[in-house]
C-alpha cells in the first residue's frame, strides 16, 4: 500500500507520525511519502518537503509565503499524477490542505482527513469544501462525527490522536525529581508551538508571572518551549529585567506539567495534555485586533479551549484578546493557590472529563479504517 501524507503543524507531523507507525504494525510494507516534520520522517516516511518549516500565521506572512505553497502544491499534484497513492492523508493545517486535497480527489485520489480543522468553530461555511474533495473524515471529538454527517460528510469518530501520544509519555524523572526538590510552587507558562504564538503572548504570561510572585513570593515559574530558538527568544525576553524565579526548558513540557500546581497557556492542542494530567490552567489567546474582529464575525462555538469544549462549559479561564490580560490571568492561579477548596474543584472535575473523554487508539482505529477503506488491489497487507 502507497500512502501520501502531508501535515503541515508540529502537532500533526506528530499525529501523523503516530498514524504511520500503527499503519505499519498492520501493513509493514506500506511505502509513505508526502509533507511533514522531522517526527514524520523518523517514522518512515519519506519526505518530499519539510512543511512543518512554513508553519505560518496571519494574512501578511501568508502572502510572502505564497510563491512556496504554489510551488508545493505542483510538485503535489505530480506526484498524484505520477506516483498514484492508494490514499492520501491530510493531517490539520487547512488552508494548505484544502488545494491539497483538491489536486487529489481531481486525480482520482481517495482523500481521508485525518484531526480534520474545526469549521464547527470558526468557518462552518467551508464544509463545502470538505464535501467536494475529501471523501472521509476521521473525527477526533465526539460531537464532531453528527456535525459533519449532518452537513453531508462522511464522517467517523476515532477519538484525538494526542491522547495516544500521551499514554506512551516517558518523563524524564531526574528532571522531575529535581524540580520537586527546589522549594517554592511551580507555575507552568505554556508560549505555545508557533513562532508567532510565542511572540505575541509571551508578554502576557511575563507580566501575570510578576504579578503573581509579586504577591505569592515562593511561586516559581517554567516555561515550556518548543523549539531551542524560542527558548532564546524567551531568554532574550527575560534579559530586560532581573527574573530568577523563571526558568526556561526545551522540550520539557510533559515534565513541567508533572510538576506544576496550575498553569498559564496559550490555547491549542497542549490543553489536552492539562486534561490529561488534570492541572488547572489559564487559557490565553492574543490576537491583533483586526485578526481580532474578523474572528468574532466567523467564529460559531462559545471557547476557543478543547478542553471547556470538551466539558460543554467554561471549566479553564480562557481569553481571546487584543490586549494583555495578566492581571485576570494572573487574579485566577492566585486563587486556586490560596483556595485549596476551589482548586481542588477543577482539578476533580478535570479528572472526571479526562476519564470520559481521554481514550487511547485513536491511529490504531484511523489505521484500520484507512486499510478497510483502500481500494488498492496491489497491496500484500
Not at 504577591?215 to 524560542?230: E, K, Y
Request: proline letters at 5%; aromatic letters at 10%.
Amino acid at each position: 500500500m502507497h500512502v501520501y501524507f502531508s501535515a503541515g503543524e508540529p502537532s500533526g507531523a506528530l499525529h501523523a507520525a503516530n498514524l504511520l507507525g500503527a499503519l505499519r504494525r498492520f501493513c509493514p510494507e506500506i511505502q509513505c511519502v508526502g509533507f511533514g516534520g522531522e517526527r514524520l520522517q523518523a517514522a518512515g516516511a519519506r519526505l518530499l518537503f519539510p512543511l512543518c518549516g512554513l508553519a505560518v500565521m496571519g494574512l501578511s506572512r501568508v502572502l510572502t509565503s505564497l510563491h512556496r505553497f504554489v510551488r508545493l502544491l505542483w510538485q503535489a499534484d505530480r506526484y498524484f499524477r505520477d506516483a498514484r497513492p492508494d490514499a492520501a492523508v491530510l493531517v490539520d493545517y487547512p488552508g494548505f490542505n484544502w488545494w491539497v486535497a483538491r489536486r487529489a480527489h481531481a486525480r482520482g485520489i481517495p482523500v481521508i482527513y485525518f484531526v480534520p480543522p474545526q469549521l464547527w468553530a470558526w468557518a462552518g461555511w467551508r464544509v463545502g469544501k470538505m464535501r467536494r474533495s475529501v471523501d472521509h473524515v476521521l473525527c477526533n471529538l465526539p460531537f464532531e462525527e453528527g456535525w459533519y454527517r449532518a452537513r453531508g460528510v462522511a464522517a467517523h469518530y476515532v477519538g484525538h490522536p494526542y491522547f495516544d501520544e500521551l499514554a506512551e509519555q516517558r518523563l524524564d524523572e531526574d528532571f522531575v525529581a529535581e524540580q520537586q526538590a527546589r522549594p517554592g510552587v511551580v507555575v507552568g507558562l505554556l508560549p505555545g508551538s508557533r513562532t508567532q504564538e510565542v511572540e505575541d503572548n509571551l508578554p502576557t504570561l511575563m507580566r501575570a508571572a510578576e504579578r503573581i510572585h509579586a504577591a505569592q513570593p515562593q511561586t516559581r515559574f517554567l516555561v515550556a518551549c518548543f523549539r531551542p530558538a524560542h527558548g532564546q527568544f524567551v531568554l532574550e525576553h527575560l534579559s530586560a529585567g532581573d527574573r530568577e524565579y523563571i526558568e526556561v526548558c526545551t522540550g520539557r513540557t510533559a515534565e513541567i506539567l508533572q510538576v506544576a500546581h496550575s498553569c498559564l497557556t496559550v490555547s491549542g492542542s497542549v490543553g489536552l495534555e492539562l486534561l490529561y494530567r488534570g492541572k488547572p490552567a489559564v487559557v490565553i489567546y492574543r490576537v491583533a485586533w483586526p485578526l481580532l474582529r474578523l474572528i468574532h464575525i466567523f467564529k460559531k462555538s462559545p471557547y476557543i479551549s478543547l478542553v471547556n469544549l470538551l466539558a460543554e462549559k467554561e471549566l479553564l479561564p480562557e481569553y481571546l484578546t487584543d490586549r494583555c490580560v495578566a492581571e485576570a490571568a494572573a487574579g485566577h492561579v492566585l486563587r486556586w493557590l490560596g483556595d485549596d477548596e476551589a482548586y481542588g474543584r477543577v482539578c476533580q472535575e478535570l479528572t472526571a472529563l479526562r476519564d470520559r473523554v481521554a481514550e487511547p487508539g485513536a491511529c490504531e482505529r484511523a489505521a484500520r479504517f484507512i486499510l478497510a477503506t483502500s481500494t488498492a488491489e496491489s497491496t500484500e497487507c
